[in-house]
């Protein structure tokens, strides 16, 4: 670049009739005027000019000198930063010519946004230092710097700059000069890194915001995580100078998203590549930070508004037809299944009683649905006020829940075993006087069919779930009531109609059969719920629970067996029972919490590895096919789509094509690190299944309950059109 | 309710407000300066500097090539601010002036020549501005400009008649018939 403008050589001309001026007056008041000045003369024009200054006044005997090159700019004009924004040049410097110089490095404070003519630029105003670390081939000795600047200083027009600065450092004491102060001011405005500023990222996230735009966010974490006015540039995006970002409160105690919209490069270019961010928030705060964003759904970005604690109940109908349609598939669902048992037996049982009785039985169980979902609400609105992180399903990651849920369903099968009487379906006499009795089992039933509801999602359970939880209290408590409402619909239905049972089998003696073999089914439960327990809490606080839910299961039997001779012996061993049901809520609790961290899922042999962010990232990098598997022990469904899709042919052979990347997330146990995951998804629960691909970098969601068909075509569509074509 | 005229004309108009608000603004969203405001009048005009310059084909080419014509002379960059923001309004201006005789020619001094210019023009979208180059600034040299954009309205007899610092909104009415006038030769009077 030549130089365009002429200004600066008559400029500079006057400047040395001044500096002589001001030379002769000090040897006129004979001052030991400096050999040497720790600062170069200014060369420029009245718009911009530049010097070279040093922070001491000789080369002293460090290998190193501070250095730096002063801009000074008229009001309006600016120069620009390494990365100039949407126009503009950064300054460059050529050493050629300088001796006992081995390497000068520039450094560069926090720029400063302008935004002129519609156009983002970034760069400096005013008067600014770029420190610069001048390394001395020979410490000790003299030091020339001859310094070439070509730079661009622009207002309503653009100037080329080229300035050849020199700056001679005698050997001797390094006594800090003038200039001293102003390069450390200017080093202390360089940014430094995000622990600086107390802040650490979570993430980064690139979101698709049409065909040919995107959104970036950054999702930060800190104690004192409270940014007062940010800005954010970023280096390394394959076009377009982003607008300053929106602050956003994150969902979670102490984060902050920085949203960038409008970023002219789609997504699928964004994702993956590796971006510098320079964020700044006022005078001194800055740092500087890589980070390879990663794809994600434009719903799943932190919106552009925080999401008041208290909403109205200004939601459109749809999620509420989804949480009531996901409510009524629960009810076929897997988990829900040891449950049906027993709701089938209430039934039948009741086929023979008044149609009145049955009507409020089955309203009871309703009840207790509808009571279940409340609860849940409840709860999970009280973790979100305080901050915890939420989702669908996560009592099960408790240990205390789970011995507890075991005890229950030990309970239940003692009840059906006629062991014990949690209900007392014995005619109509007995209906009159224990009515509120039954209506309480019937009541517990429903809640307890909710609590096991929750370990695996439906259809349509997901994205209301999803909806309901990214909200206020109303809205979480209306959607799971919708919820409650769709998984209460069969009792609904027969209260309704009470005519529909009668077309049940009559009660017999096959009941008491039925009774027994449902009783199995729920023992068999309780062993699952073991299971999941040895995964969550340890081997030990399992084996545990396993041995109290024995000794409660053969209390029960020996106190059946007593029968009503002993009554004594009888209330001693309801006692027993019931401290046996506490010891193992109390032992799980206190056994997991002894354990800390359970052994990890033995998967050596498998393919999948543990799913991180990283691991993501990498893999898109690579130019892989990513599958993510997100699960839980806990979770039924999950189990069921191991089982009959990704673990067997032909999905399983396809899994093991080389591009493929498997990762698993096992949200067995809470991981925050998953949960995110989930929520970028807008999904609370598990399971979660995405396909990554070249093609298809913001991933494919797959249905909860997967089908081959449905596996096998994401990974097609992830795989893009090359490939599609060579089929 | 007195009858259905009143809701029907209310939707009339919000219809109408709406359509206005939808209709996409011809000019930039910015308010550059205005031509009449940023012109600087050559007075008496002056015959321009030797200069050449490059087509996208490679071929040089001078001002003698434009002979007859009415010229608006642009020297830019692509990595110049201002320069860039009144690039689509010059694009327009070349499509709507043309059939006056009248041709837009920016220079671009940008060191990396073609390839800046053509991928400039591609997301920009500019379509009706020819590419030409003059990647060591010997234009910028020539002509002594303190800074780009600076613009240059040469007349059909080729002599410059205005000079434009700064970048301004070319394609409006005022600055068109401005432009047809500037680049009339003075009447052989005196």
């Known amino acids: 670049m030549k130089a365009v403008m002429t200004r600066p050589r008559t400029f500079s001309r006057m400047r040395l009739r001044r500096l002589g001026l001001v030379a002769m007056l000090a040897l006129s008041f004979l001052l030991p005027a400096p050999a040497h000045a720790a600062a170069s003369g200014w060369v420029g024009n009245h718009h911009a000019s530049v010097r070279l200054i040093t922070a001491e006044q000789a080369t002293g005997s460090a290998g190193t000198v501070d250095a730096g090159l002063e801009f000074r700019l008229a009001p309006g004009w600016h120069i620009y930063w390494r990365e100039p924004g949407a126009a503009g040049l950064p300054p460059t410097i050529s050493w050629h010519g300088s001796q006992n110089l081995k390497q000068a490095s520039l450094s560069w404070p926090a720029p400063l946004r302008s935004v002129t003519d519609g156009l983002q630029t970034y760069g400096y105003a005013g008067t600014v230092v770029l420190p610069i670390a001048a390394e001395l081939e020979h410490p000790g000795a003299p030091l020339r710097l001859h310094a070439t600047v070509n730079y661009l200083a622009c207002r309503d027009i653009c100037v080329p700059f080229h300035a050849v600065l020199d700056l001679s450092l005698p050997a001797g004491i390094a006594v800090p000069g003038p200039e001293a102060g102003r390069i450390a001011a200017a080093a202390a405005h360089v940014p430094g890194d995000l622990a600086e500023l107390g802040l650490k990222l979570i993430r980064a996230e690139v979101a698709p915001a049409g065909a040919a735009q995107s959104e970036l966010a950054l999702v930060l974490k800190g104690r004192r995580a409270r940014l007062t006015h940010p800005d954010l540039f970023v280096e390394g995006l394959p076009r377009g100078a982003p607008g300053p970002p929106r602050l956003v409160p994150g969902s979670e105690g102490g984060q902050v998203s920085l949203v960038l919209r409008g970023i002219d490069a789609p997504a699928a270019e964004i994702a993956g590549r590796t971006l510098t961010f320079t964020l700044t928030d006022g005078p001194g705060r800055a740092a500087t930070f890589s980070a390879r964003p990663i794809a994600a759904n434009p719903a799943s970005l932190p919106g552009p508004l925080a999401t008041p604690l208290a909403t109205p109940l200004a939601i459109p109908l749809t999620p509420f037809a989804l949480a009531f349609l996901g409510g009524l598939l629960l009810n076929v669902m897997p988990c829900v299944l040891p449950v049906l048992a027993l709701k089938l037996m209430g039934l039948v049982a009741l086929a023979g009683v008044e149609r009145r009785a049955a009507r409020r039985e089955l309203l009871a169980s309703a009840g207790g649905v509808l009571a279940g979902f409340a609860v849940l609400a409840s709860a999970l609105i009280g973790l979100k006020a305080v901050g915890a992180s939420i989702g669908w399903g996560i009592q099960f990651q408790e240990p205390w829940f789970l011995a507890a849920m075991t005890m229950v369903m030990v309970l239940f099968a ?14 109509l006499a007995a209906l009159a006087i224990a009515g509120r009795r039954r209506h309480l089992g019937a009541l517990l039933t429903g809640a307890f069919a909710t609590l096991l509801a929750t370990s695996c999602s439906a259809p349509f359970v997901g ?54 073999l449902f009783g199995v089914f729920l023992l068999g439960t309780a062993l699952w719920l073991l299971l999941v327990l040895f995964q969550v809490g340890g081997t ?88 993510i598997d997100v699960t839980a022990a806990w979770c039924l469904i999950c189990q069921v789509n191991a089982a009959t899709v990704l673990d067997r042919a ?37 399971p979660l299944d995405v396909v990554y691909g070249p093609a298809s970098p913001a991933g494919i969601v797959l249905p909860d309950l997967l089908t081959s068909g449905d596996v096998l075509r994401a990974l097609d569509r992830a795989a893009g059109m090359r490939q599609a074509a060579e089929r | 309710m007195a009858g259905s005229p009143l809701p029907r004309r209310v939707l009339l108009v919000s219809l109408g407000a709406l359509g206005l608000l939808a209709t996409p603004r011809r000019s930039n969203a910015l308010p550059l300066d205005t031509l009449s405001d940023a012109l600087e009048r050559v007075n008496p ?104 954009p600076t613009s240059f309205i040469v007349d059909r007899s080729g002599r410059i008649t205005g000079r434009v610092e700064g970048s301004v909104q070319w394609d409006t009415k005022q600055a068109i018939a401005m432009l047809r006038n500037l680049v009339e030769p003075l009447p052989q009077s005196g």
Not at chain 1, 414 to 426: E, M, S, Y
Not at chain 1, 486 to 500: E, F, I, K, M, N
């Open chain 1, 414 to 427: 003692a009840d059906l075993w006629g062991w014990i009487t949690i209900t007392t379906p014995r005619g």
């Open chain 2, 45 to 148: 005009r002056t015959v321009p500097p030797p200069i050449s310059f490059k087509t996208a084909t490679g071929a040089r080419q001078t001002l003698a090539d434009y002979r007859g014509k009415g010229l608006v002379l642009n020297i830019w960059a692509t990595w110049c601010g201002p320069c860039v923001a009144e690039m689509p309004s010059l694009d327009r201006l070349a499509a709507d002036i043309a059939p006056f005789g009248i041709a837009v020619l920016p220079i671009s001094i940008d060191a990396m020549g073609l390839p800046a210019v053509k991928s400039f023009y591609a997301t920009n979208r500019i379509e009706h501005l020819p590419m030409l180059l003059d990647p060591d600034g010997d234009v910028a040299h020539a002509f002594k400009l303190d800074g780009i």
């Open chain 1, 463 to 516: 994205t209301a779930v999803g909806f309901a939880l990214a909200r206020g209290p109303m809205s979480i408590l209306a959607i799971f009531l919708a919820m409650g409402l769709g998984l209460s619909l069969p009792y609904l239905l027969g209260a309704a109609a009470p005519r529909l049972i009668i077309f049940l089998p009559r009660p017999g003696p096959w009941m008491v059969r039925l009774a027994r």
């Open chain 1, 650 to 686: 032909p999905v399983a052979g396809a899994l093991a094509a080389p591009d493929i990347l498997l990762l698993r997330a096992d949200w067995t146990r809470p991981d925050p690190a998953i949960t995110r995951y989930l929520q970028s998804f807008g999904r609370y629960g598990v």
């Open chain 1, 540 to 627: 030990s606080t399992a084996l545990m629970v396993g041995v109290l839910a024995a000794l409660l299961l053969g209390t029960l039997g020996w106190r059946h067996r007593l029968g009503g001779r002993r009554e004594g012996l009888r209330r001693i061993a309801t006692v027993a029972a019931s401290g046996l049901a506490a010891a193992a809520i109390l032992a799980a609790e206190l056994g997991a919490a002894g354990a800390g961290t359970a052994a990890p899922r033995a998967e050596a042999a498998s393919a999948w590895h543990p799913f991180t962010q990283e691991a993501l990232a990498q893999g898109l990098a690579e130019g892989k096919r990513v599958v």
